[in-house]
């Protein structure tokens, strides 16, 4: 039983002291690096020591491997998005491409340290963890895939929904995200006008970022930026994702990509981007399709384009996919499942 742990789970360093692993997200590209200054992160490893010794914390559980630039007084494990050499790898956060050689040392160096203090430190993709072993020889590191961010009231509602419904006659293709370029609007709306050209009834079904000019296309349903604690809003997300026929993912550079986990736990099949960390899930338990990324726009639209009439066109796919993504979700892609492997693996249940 969970319940029988005693976990103390940190937060971001940015909501205890300003200034420490902060940063500003505006239009989802990171503007601000991560200060790293060593008093700061000293100090927070002092409040972490406190705070385990007040709950008699027998794991320390953060998002983060800053705060490990000590190593705490308990045991303690990391499981964060990515390191920092896969963010730099991509070349496609800019911040991280403007870093001047000497501080892209200093700052992989820190993290090395930081990684070299953790008892376990885990990924949600095997790629995060290989980068990690580039930076430590810390042999404690697995891959352990993110839940929804999404509340799961909302995924289950519409899961329930989508078992209820119809078979869909045509190909709503739904599109989230906080940044339209980074997250391949451009090919993910292409791949819907090329559809349209083959005489399917394609739609995008937008939800967070697009273009001005572009919400009022033809083939796009755009239902604007939603937040889930509003109730009106929680009702057209729900619908949104039992409605949908696929998630189309194209994006240039995610680490993961929680949106992944929560189509799954709605049923909802993926087209997605090898360049989404999570689309490794998507091959491993089938249930949607990985398109290579490419400069070469055209040849993605196509391949997105076929994958998506495919699935269309062939009887009982989709239904396939439906059940085996939310099987994905009950079988991996959940937080209760990478949480209970993490306290096994540590001895804290």
Known sequence: MLSQAHVLALPQPARWARGIARGINRAGSTRLLAERRASLLRSYRVAIDKA?????????????????????????????????????????????????????THYLSLEARCLNNVDGMYYPTSAGM?????????????????????????????????ERSRPQNSIDLLFMGVDWERKGG????????????????????????????????????????????????????????????????????????AVVAEAAAAGLPVIASDRAGASEYVERFGFGRVVQWSEDSESQVAQYSDAIEAIFSKDGESSTLVQSARQAFLNALNYRVGLVEILSAHRAL
């Open 186 to 257: 451009a090919i993910a709306l292409a791949t819907v006008e090329e559809l349209r050209g083959r005489g399917l009834p394609a739609n995008l079904v937008v939800i967070g970022d697009c273009p001005l000019d572009l919400r009022g296309h033809d083939a796009v349903k755009y239902l604007g930026y939603l937040r889930a604690s509003n109730p009106d809003d929680s009702v057209v997300l729900q619908r949104a994702y039992s409605e949908s026929f696929a998630l189309i993912f194209p994006s240039r550079a995610d680490n993961y990509g």
């Open 52 to 104: 385990a010794d007040a709950c008699s914390a027998d794991l320390v559980i953060a998002t983060s491997s800053l705060p490990f630039w000590e190593k705490p007084s308990v045991p303690s494990v990391a499981w964060t998005d990515a390191p920092l050499n896969a963010m730099i790898a991509t070349g496609e956060y800019e911040i991280y491409n403007r870093l001047t050689s000497r501080a892209e």
């Open 130 to 162: 290989r980068k990690a072993l580039e930076l430590t020889d810390n042999g404690n590191v697995g891959a352990l895939p993110f839940g929804p961010n999404l509340d799961q009231a909302i995924l289950n509602r519409a899961w329930a929904n989508r």
